[in-house]
């Protein structure tokens, strides 16, 4: 077990912490006299550094296996579910939202394992990467703006507009993915037609 896969199986440890930290209710909602939401915004927000930390250190010290191309955005996806409902459940976060944006995360973790299943990787796109980093925000802002003396408003409408980001991102993300996956089937199809039919020209030869 190298240390990149270590980093994205920590992630997965941490994704049931977080939801046990969010909606416990602790005396006092603290937790060693640390309000609930600091301790999940630490929680979720250690959890997004390893993201980042596992994918370059995987690069840097040439460490990319297969267990850790599957794992890793399975992981990634647990994060953000487990931190979503937990939202949904707070009362801040809209569940038709969270829907659309974990609906859309499946969606999309299908497809990639499709095309690596047949020998095609599919980076993360730009709009990916917008969702994500938005994702980030919109979640730890949620966290913050919930508290035991009620919503803290500028975090609450911070949230929900990365929210936004989110789920537009999401969307145009999803299209994008499916083109090119289409794009890449097409392709695989043309290429079976042709080699087939130059087979044929040179037994017919």
């Known amino acids: 077990m190298n240390l990149p896969n ?8 941490l994704a049931p912490l977080l939801v046990v ?3 416990t209710n602790f005396q006092g909602r603290t937790i060693l006299g640390v309000p609930n939401e600091l301790v999940g915004a630490a929680i979720f927000g250690l959890a997004s550094v390893t993201d980042w930390l596992d994918g370059y250190l995987a690069r840097r010290r040439k460490q990319i296996t297969a267990f850790g ?16 409902i937990s939202l949904v459940r ?24 499709l095309a690596y299943a047949r020998g095609v990787a ?4 730009r709009l990916g990467k917008i ?16 508290g035991a ?9 911070i949230g929900h507009a990365g929210l936004w980001v989110v789920m537009l991102a999401a969307l145009a993300s999803a299209v994008d993915y499916f083109r090119r996956f289409n794009d890449l089937a ?15 020209d040179r037994k017919a030869g």
């Open 69 to 84: 191309q599957v794992i890793d955005p399975s992981a990634d996806k647990l994060l953000t579910c487990a931190a979503l």
């Open 90 to 113: 707070m009362d801040v976060a809209s569940a038709w939202m969270v829907t659309v944006i974990i609906g859309r995360e499946f969606a999309v973790t299908a497809l990639r394992q």
């Open 122 to 125: 599919m980076p993360a796109s």
């Open 21 to 23: 930290v969010l909606l």
């Open 186 to 200: 097409n392709r695989r199809i043309a290429d079976f037609s042709a080699g087939r039919d130059q087979r044929s």
């Open 149 to 157: 003396d009620g919503q803290r408003r500028p975090l609450f409408l």
């Open 6 to 13: 270590s980093l994205t199986l920590t992630r997965i440890c």
């Open 131 to 146: 969702k994500m980093v938005a994702q980030v925000v919109a979640i730890l802002a949620l966290i913050l703006a919930h």
